[in-house]
């Protein structure tokens, strides 16, 4: 039997599933394969039921109820752990009014925390978390939203 499992290449998601990929884990015959993928991309990929488990935002698993269980295990969050805004230069939070916020992804729960923190007086600008920092620092964008 095959099963796919869907997480990121974050640190935190490749601990978790280390067992598993190390063969450490007896797995009792289940094949599984697993995807490492940016979390929007693991998002968008469970919103079209493509994975069997997989790693979602928190904020996206709000719209995953029907077609997944969530798992008492594995979550990222937590006091003074991310998400964290990062500019070229010091910025307090209505300074961003107007500007445009590099994210990485319209349904991770960081970007669902920065819409309740900003409200809706900014731009936003969707890239791979991987390259958020390089874009606010070629200033493709005043500031960056990144996950940890």
């Keep these: 039997m095959h099963l796919t499992l869907g997480h990121s ?6 601990f978790m599933f280390y067992g598993i990929a190390s063969g450490a884990i007896d797995t009792a015959g289940l ?3 697993q995807i490492l993928e940016d979390i929007e991309s693991l998002n968008r990929r469970a919103l079209q039921g493509e ?14 109820t029907e077609q997944y269980a969530l798992m008492p295990c ?3 969050m937590g006091d ?3 998400p964290c805004l990062v500019a070229p230069r010091r910025m307090r939070l209505d300074d ?3 500007k445009t916020v590099a994210i990485p992804g319209t ?8 819409q309740l923190l900003l409200g809706p007086d900014f731009e936003h ?14 200033g493709d964008a005043d500031a960056g939203l990144i996950i940890h």
Excluded: R
Aim: glycine residues 8%.
């Design 9 to 14: 290449p974050d640190p935190d998601d490749a």
């Design 31 to 33: 094949h599984v394969d």
């Design 51 to 64: 994975l069997e488990v997989s790693a979602v935002s928190i904020h996206a698993y709000a719209h995953l």
């Design 74 to 76: 594995g979550a990222s």
């Design 80 to 82: 003074g752990y991310g």
């Design 96 to 98: 961003l009014e107007g």
């Design 107 to 114: 349904l991770t729960s960081a970007y669902l925390a920065l």
């Design 125 to 138: 600008k969707v890239v791979p978390f991987d390259q958020i920092m390089q874009v606010v620092q070629n």
